[in-house]
């Protein structure tokens, strides 16, 4: 079973949201509105497990705020986060590719609101949208991107760079400075050993980059945690950009 992020059940039931996901934005007006009229917004709650890879999806999720963590699962192994979807992006994109059944482990990250579709009117609506078409096949490529930049992160970049690379992720994600989470749940998304997340995080506290205390980490000096990531964050901005 994997770790939990540690937070009070205040942060678990949020309000709905009054803005929007951006590939949603991306869609024609006429578009737009004919798929959100298929949808529902529903609350992201924290922890929970959105769909297991092999397994049929049963729903498409596009956050408007809040976002989840796709993890890479191995037989006798622990998981491995490859990816994040905030407002960016959306879960469930194989379904652009005709294909039923998830990849990933998802778990929601950071709690907020989606916009949740079923599977078969969302499928209507892809098949007569061909604005839908286009952006969903774009943004398949742009987790294509993101999927190969993990694991070559994985192979070749050490603990500190990649920790914050994900705190980034993290704060571009959550639109704030400070969120809950543990050293567990860190090792547990990067495939360390926690005491090699300790190592990293007092390094990054000591530079004066991030504050931590009682489960609670803040970004102080975004500048200099992006100058102390590796290249991968900066990459797959510049994928996303480039395409969406």
């Known amino acids: 079973m994997s770790p939990r ?24 007006r006429r578009d737009r509105l004919r798929l959100l ?31 989840i963590s796709l993890v890479a699962i191995s037989e006798g192994n622990p998981g491995l ?52 078409q286009l952006v969903l096949g774009r943004y398949v490529y742009v987790l294509m991107s993101q999927l190969a930049g993990a694991a070559a992160c994985v192979r070749f970049h050490q ?29 547990y998304m990067l495939g360390v050993r926690r005491v090699g997340i300790t190592t990293a995080a007092s390094v990054l506290r000591h530079d004066g980059l ?3 205390h009682r489960g609670k980490l803040q970004v102080l000096d975004r500048s200099g945690l992006e100058a102390a990531a590796c290249g991968c964050y900066a990459a797959d901005r510049r994928a996303y950009t480039g395409l969406l």
């Not at 379904?95 to 078969?120: C, E, I, K, N, S």
Request: aromatic share 8%.
């Open 5 to 28: 992020l540690q937070v009070s059940s205040a942060t678990t039931g949020p309000t709905m949201a009054t803005g929007q996901n951006h590939l949603i934005e991306l869609l024609p």
């Open 37 to 67: 009229d298929v949808g529902e917004q529903v609350p992201l709650i924290l922890a929970e497990v959105l769909c297991d890879p092999g397994k049929p999806t049963l729903f498409l999720y596009f956050p408007i705020d809040g976002f």
């Open 81 to 132: 986060e490859v990816g994040m979807v905030g407002r960016e992006g959306m879960l469930g994109a194989q379904l652009a590719l005709g294909v039923a059944t998830a990849p990933l482990h998802a778990l929601v990250q950071g709690p907020g609101v989606a916009w949740r579709f079923g599977t078969v009117p969302f499928r209507a609506e892809l098949a007569r949208s061909s604005a839908l």
């Open 159 to 187: 603990i500190g760079p990649r920790l914050a690379r994900w705190l980034l992720m993290s704060q571009d994600r959550s639109h704030c400075d400070s969120f809950p989470v543990t050293h567990e749940f860190l090792a």
């Open 210 to 212: 991030i504050d931590y």
